[in-house]
């Protein structure tokens, strides 16, 4: 009989994952149902992109490649990095991985042993603590509230804070709560962590150009270049350049990690796809000017789904600043009845109720490490959005 390994039995199968799926199983049954689960953008990849990877394949650029990204991503990744964040790598200090999520896998792999602490504010995106047990270390949560904007404040990570510490992960803008920091909230982050000396950071920065207003992003090798040494800066094209489906992610950092998570690549995936670094090298080094329209498409999204959901009955949405992303509060529908005539006792109940009554699917908080909220993702078109939160706002007046 087939038995998991004991690492694996740790670990839960994501969240997210889930409820797409779960999604598509009711519409294939013929039910209509509007899908907020989605962490993808609706848009499609830009034509220059696509024109590189046809030309890559035309090329011949077919076979394997260094493990960790060709000479022409690193560069790019390098141009990069100092164009939008002011930060100097050397190609040396860069990694390609197949995805942002396998670039965080690699790093954890590289550096955890067991009984080694790594921090995760919640709410958290569903990956990280369940990468951080399958490397053999340990989830320590550090809560955030939703009247700090979900952001973590310095006496929270300082409490986190062990000998044991390995690892912060710091995420912004947020998935799933589209929070995202500013200058002043990671250098009041920064000055703890410099009385930490053991503890490296790894900044997931996948949402990086989907803020909104007169926000500016920035991370945290930039606003304490002392921490630059003990920083993993991790990116991708997934979300900014409409790229999920290439699976490219990358980061820049210290050579000796950067060494170690491609002995790790060299000894299990190897390369990512040839012609999806092709394609990356065409996202970073082409024309840029699509993004700022498609994260003013995002804004208006946002506004509307806040706007919508805060006038349904017992539900509460903060405005967050970056991601597509919204974390509403359902604290003022739990113990009451759903029109099924379960009590709704948790933001699990929550979502398989609204799912059940008016065929919502969004994510509730619980696979995030915060309750009682839920996640939506307002990446997909505002008919579909409008419709969804009418949906939403019957429902929770329905709930008595
Ligand atoms: C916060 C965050 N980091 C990383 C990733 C992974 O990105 P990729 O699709 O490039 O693996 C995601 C994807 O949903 C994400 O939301």
Same mark, same amino acid.
């Given at each position: 009989m087939f038995t998991e390994s004991a690492s694996l039995r740790r670990v839960k199968p994501s969240a997210t994952i889930a409820a797409g799926a779960r999604a598509r199983a009711l519409r294939a049954e013929g039910r209509d149902i509007v899908s907020? &689960?989605?962490?993808? +953008?609706d848009f499609d990849t830009p034509e220059n992109i696509k024109a590189a990877a046809i030309k890559a394949i035309q090329d011949g650029k077919t076979k394997y490649t260094d493990a960790d990204g060709i000479p022409e991503l690193k560069a790019a990744v390098c141009g990069k990095f100092a164009r939008e964040n002011g930060l100097t790598y050397t190609p040396a200090q860069i990694n390609v991985s197949p995805g942002g999520k396998a670039v965080i896998f690699n790093a954890m792999v590289a550096s955890l042993n067991p009984g080694d602490e790594v921090v995760i504010p919640t709410p958290y995106w569903v990956s990280y603590p369940d990468m951080v047990l399958i490397a053999g270390g340990e989830p320590v949560f550090a809560p955030t509230r939703a009247e700090d904007g979900f952001k973590l404040s310095p006496e929270a990570l300082e409490a986190a804070i062990t000998p044991a510490t390995r690892w912060l992960i710091l995420n912004s803008p947020s998935n799933p709560s589209g929070a995202a920091y500013t200058r002043a909230e990671l250098a009041g982050l920064a000055a703890v962590l410099m009385r930490h000396p053991q503890v490296w950071i790894l900044t997931d920065d996948m949402y990086e150009h989907l803020v909104y207003g007169d926000f500016e992003f920035t991370t945290i090798a930039q606003v304490e270049p002392a921490l630059y040494e003990r920083t993993l800066t991790m990116n991708g094209v997934s979300k900014a350049y409409a790229?999920?489906?290439?699976?490219i992610g990358y980061a820049g950092g210290p050579k000796p990690l950067i060494d170690a998570m491609r002995k790790v690549m060299s000894q299990?995936?190897?390369?990512?796809s040839s012609i999806s670094q092709w394609a990356a090298v065409e996202a970073l080094n082409? +024309?840029? &000017?699509f993004i700022r329209p498609n994260a003013k498409i995002f804004e208006g999204r946002r506004d509307l789904v806040v706007s919508m959901l805060n006038q349904a009955r017992g539900l509460a949405c903060p405005t967050p600043e970056g991601a597509f992303y919204v974390y509403p509060s359902c604290a003022g529908l739990i113990g009451k009845t759903a029109p099924s005539g379960k009590v709704i006792a948790s933001d699990a109940d929550f979502a398989a109720e609204l799912l059940d009554a008016e065929g919502v699917s969004v994510v509730f908080g619980a696979a995030f490490g915060l309750s009682p909220f839920f996640r939506i993702s307002y990446a997909t078109s505002t008919e579909l959005l409008e419709d969804a939160c009418q949906r939403i706002q019957r429902f929770c007046g329905a709930v008595g």
């Open positions: 907020l &689960d989605a962490g993808e +953008p790229m999920t489906g290439w699976r299990s995936t190897s390369n990512p082409g +024309p840029q &000017d």
